[in-house]
């Protein structure tokens, strides 16, 4: 930063614009760090972030570097899901620039205005907005702070057409904006869900870049997968049908694909290999563990740590996948079995172990 800021006025630069400068250096990897590995759900991160920006200015700078930054580094990085969840970050970030950092936000009443902005997209009959309001009242708050209206209508009507019976649920939808698919998969809750759903996806041959749980107090459990499709694959509502009745297949009859326990990897990712790294730090405020795993992006993965998951009686709250280049950088929110921290060092050292033993 110094070096930077003395190369400006070395250079004819204003004291302003060589210190705007400095501080852009400084910070140039902020942006992607927090879109790509942080919940930019949460208002806490949009106000931590907002405050160290500071103003509308170096948000905009930043913004325009990171992306520059990302595209110009390795252009095969670069993907409109990353470009989706920058421009989130971006105005978030400016909203609560706009409202002042320090305006609390009233999160009751966001919850209200979601929920008010979705039954407008439903079907104007007051049993269909009764049924959503009794379904709605089981979820917790934060899932309507973490998707839009469109979305929560989606997997409302989705969910209010499938009787318990018709269980589990699984249904699909393009994102064209990102080129992406989103899944929603319901059913009652169990140990291995997360594992044989995973192991769904796996056999698909797609890509899973976040993923979401929520529960409901009835004991359901809502799993929103994001996907990534291959790039030689085009996102069409007939193929994603297909997959999704192949996955509910799946979790009606779970049978893992036949494969080795450390999964392949391609032979141009074996010239490079990236050794396998796991980490872990509570976050008191939020009252869950993140596990940090860098490893060689590969096939499965998230369906590896899944299973760890299950080994290691753990519950995941919601994941981040993030590749860069052929080094994958994924995020886990975990919980214990009773919904808390996980404190043991003994379970962490169990979730380490089992994830490396899966992975080269």
């Known amino acids: 930063?110094?070096?930077?800021?003395?190369?400006?006025?070395?250079?004819?630069?204003?004291?302003?614009?060589?210190?705007?400068?400095?501080?852009?250096?400084?910070?140039?990897?902020?942006?992607?760090?927090?879109?790509?590995?942080?919940d930019i759900s949460d208002s806490g991160v949009i106000t931590k972030f907002a405050r160290t920006v500071g103003n509308q200015e170096r948000l905009d700078n930043l913004y325009l570097l990171t992306v520059a930054d990302i595209r110009g580094t390795n252009p095969h990085v670069w993907n409109d899901w990353k470009g989706q969840l920058l421009m989130d970050l971006y105005l978030a970030t400016s909203r609560a620039l706009q409202r002042g950092v320090d305006a609390p936000v009233d999160l009751k009443e966001q919850v209200k205005d979601a929920r008010l902005e979705t039954a407008n997209l439903l079907p104007k009959h007051a049993s269909t907005i009764d049924a959503a309001n009794l379904y709605w009242d089981t979820l917790e708050p934060d899932y309507f702070l973490r998707y839009r209206p469109e979305i929560i209508a989606w997997h409302t009507q989705n969910l209010l057409s499938t009787s318990v019976t018709d269980l589990p649920l699984v249904s699909a939808r393009p994102q064209i904006e990102s080129e992406t698919a989103q899944f929603l998969i319901c059913s009652p809750d169990s140990d291995r869900f997360l594992s044989n759903v995973t192991a769904g996806f796996d056999q698909e041959n797609m890509n899973i870049i976040d993923a979401r749980v929520h529960k409901a107090r009835t004991g359901l459990v809502m799993m929103i997968f994001v996907v990534l499709m291959r790039s030689n694959i085009y996102i069409n509502e007939e193929r994603l049908a297909a997959s999704s009745f192949r996955i509910r297949k799946q979790l009606l009859d779970p049978h893992p694909k036949k494969r080795s326990q450390k999964q392949r990897l391609a032979p141009k990712m074996k010239h490079f290999p990236i050794a396998t790294e796991i980490k872990f730090h509570n976050d008191p405020d939020r009252r869950h563990t993140v596990m940090e795993v860098i490893a060689q992006d590969r096939p499965g993965l998230l369906h590896q740590v899944a299973n760890a998951l299950v080994h290691c009686k753990a519950r995941l709250v919601n994941a981040r996948v993030s590749t860069f280049g052929e080094k994958a950088e994924d995020v886990f929110l975990l919980h214990d079995r009773d919904g808390g921290e996980i404190r043991s060092k003994t379970q962490k050292d169990c979730l380490a172990a089992k994830i490396r033993q899966a992975l080269p």
């Open 1 to 38: 930063e110094k070096e930077t800021y003395e190369f400006c006025l070395l250079h004819d630069l204003s004291e302003y614009d060589s210190k705007f400068v400095a501080w852009l250096v400084r910070h140039h990897l902020l942006m992607s760090w927090v879109a790509q590995r942080e």
